[in-house]
């Protein structure tokens, strides 16, 4: 059995390309105040369907960064590092 569709393969093949690109540009960490190298990407708005290539909702931001967004959602979302998917 598959691990990922052909549709979700395909999907995946083209975020590798456009992750690439992206990183290349911003190679420092986009939170406030961070200077670390950038080593993740965090969608702003989620990964669902065109939000997984959609560059306007990146943040090239480091692993340590990345989690503290991920792990506090109020600070997140207080310093526009986390989006409303509906707005």
Request: net charge positive; glycine share 4%; proline share 1%.
């Amino acid at each position: 059995m598959k691990k990922v569709s052909d549709n979700q393969a395909k999907r995946l093949r083209e975020y590798a390309k456009v992750r690439k690109k992206y990183m290349s540009e911003h190679d420092i960490c986009e939170v406030k105040e961070c200077n670390r190298t950038a080593t993740d990407i965090h969608h702003r708005k989620g990964r669902i369907g065109s939000l997984l290539t959609d560059t306007v909702y990146f943040m090239a931001v480091c692993r340590q960064c990345h989690r503290i967004i991920e792990d506090s959602p109020h600070y997140a979302k207080e310093n526009g590092y986390s989006l409303n998917r509906l707005t």
